[in-house]
């Protein structure tokens, strides 16, 4: 079976570490509680577009070793590509695509294949749910509650990590996971 996985806040702890980077490298402290909507510049008192240059320094400057994986991400990513092709779909510009390449093979020391969803800070490029109509991948494992709602009115089912900027959304093709063990017992519904 094709399974779409998204990278950050799905397989690696991105915002937490975001916003840590945020705090030393500018002084204001923004709890992972307080983010609703995906537009960092609201919550750090900046333009869009500033907040955007912010987030592609954090980009240009962590190391893979400091963004940990969620818990059990990497025992399921492993199970799952032992018998499933499994797709990371990401919003990340291209131009940092190597930082994932880089995370999964010191983590899971294996390639997976890589799709960018292009600029997601300009809302460029195809969408989660062209891309997986594309590629007739069913099921998208996700966090943005904007893309789970896209792809589940598309007809692909998702499974949406539960956070607090996706509290909002729901539709009869999303399934809310608290984590890996959750996502992991949901597709087997799925995929048997």
Known sequence: MKIGIDFDDVIVNFVD???DFYYTKYGKKVNIDEIEIFNWGIYWGVS???ATKRVDEFHETHDVKILPALDNAIYSLQKLMDKNEVFIITGRPIRF??????????????????????EWHKGQAATKAEICKELKIPVLIEDSGETA???AENGIKVL????????KFSHKNIIRVQGWKEAMRELKNHIE
């Open 48 to 50: 869009r577009e500033e």
């Open 160 to 167: 949406l990590f539960d956070k607090p900027w996706n509290k």
């Open 97 to 118: 695509g190597y930082k994932i390449e880089s995370w999964l093979e010191y983590h899971l020391k294996r390639k997976l294949r890589i799709i960018h969803a292009g």
């Open 149 to 151: 709602v896209d792809c």
């Open 17 to 19: 570490r975001l916003m």
